[in-house]
């Protein structure tokens, strides 16, 4: 069993930069792709990043393209997101996910993801 913790968000202004870590533990981390996703009130869950086991490939969603960037040490045990030019529409809850399981979904939708952490906000001021 996978356990999910992230940190690293806050309250930022437009243009300045955080990164977020989500820490696993249990299972191999290096055996299973990892996503982030983030949510805002009233609105379903959005596929942000992708990182796939050794790092080989990434993915993104087509409005943090280009700003954010989705990475991990498999050493620690650890994904990050780090986020540049953060915008105010950036503002949600952010959570990270582990595949551990196989299924024909999709990366960018949450059933691909089998468990999830407990999320941190992030809230751009304009």
């Keep these: 069993q996978v356990q999910l913790v992230e940190s690293g968000g806050g309250l930022v202004q437009a243009g300045d930069s955080l990164r977020l870590s989500c820490a696993a533990s249990g299972r191999t981390f290096s055996t299973y792709p990892m996503g982030w996703f983030r949510q805002v009130p009233g609105k379903g869950r959005e596929f942000v990043a992708m990182i796939r086991e050794d790092s080989g490939s990434t993915d993104y969603a087509d409005s943090v ?3 954010f ?3 991990r040490d498999n050493a620690k045990n650890t994904v990050y997101l780090q ?3 953060l915008k105010p529409e ?3 809850v952010y959570y990270c996910a582990a595949s551990t399981t196989s299924t024909f979904y999709r990366y960018t939708s949450r059933q691909y ?3 999830w952490g407990q999320g ?3 809230t751009v001021s304009a």
Excluded: F, H, L
């Design 65 to 67: 393209k280009g700003r």
């Design 69 to 71: 960037t989705i990475s």
């Design 83 to 85: 986020m540049n030019s």
């Design 90 to 92: 950036d503002t949600a």
């Design 113 to 115: 993801y089998n468990t």
């Design 120 to 122: 941190t906000q992030v």
